[in-house]
Nanobody
Framework: QVHLVESGGGSVQAGGSLRLSCAAY????????MSWYRQAPGKEREFVSR???????TYADSVKGRFTISQNNAKNTVYLQMNSLKPEDTAMYYC???????WGQGTQVTVSS
């Protein structure tokens, strides 16, 4: 079994920053490779970022240069540092096990202009 708990969402002004966290509980096969997704109202859920067990990071084009994914293996936690936030970043953000089909409950990010 895998359990994911996101935190760190909130409301910020455009240009501001937030840091999301995802604590992962479960077998390393699933939790050592993690991804972030987001979904805005009326939109399809979209990929944001992924970090592999060897710290290789990938990003959606829309967030490259602004978001940074990282992980702390000792804490079994994945982070998403979001800088220079834009109103179009407003969405529910979810962490997900990359190699398994487990999702967190989501944390809301709202960016005002």
């Amino acid at each position: 079994q895998v359990h994911l708990v996101e935190s760190g969402g909130g409301s910020v002004q455009a240009g501001g920053s937030l840091r999301l966290s995802c604590a992962a509980y479960g077998h390393p096969y699933c939790t050592d490779d993690m991804s972030w997704y987001r979904q805005a109202p009326g939109k399809e859920r979209e990929f944001v970022s992924r970090i592999t067990s060897d710290d290789t990071a990938t990003y959606a084009d829309s967030v490259k240069g602004r978001f940074t994914i990282s992980q702390n293996n000792a804490k079994n936690t994945v982070y998403l540092q979001m800088n220079s936030l834009k109103p179009e970043d407003t969405a529910m953000y979810y962490c997900k096990t990359s190699l398994c089909d487990y999702w967190g409950q989501g944390t809301q990010v709202t960016v005002s202009s």
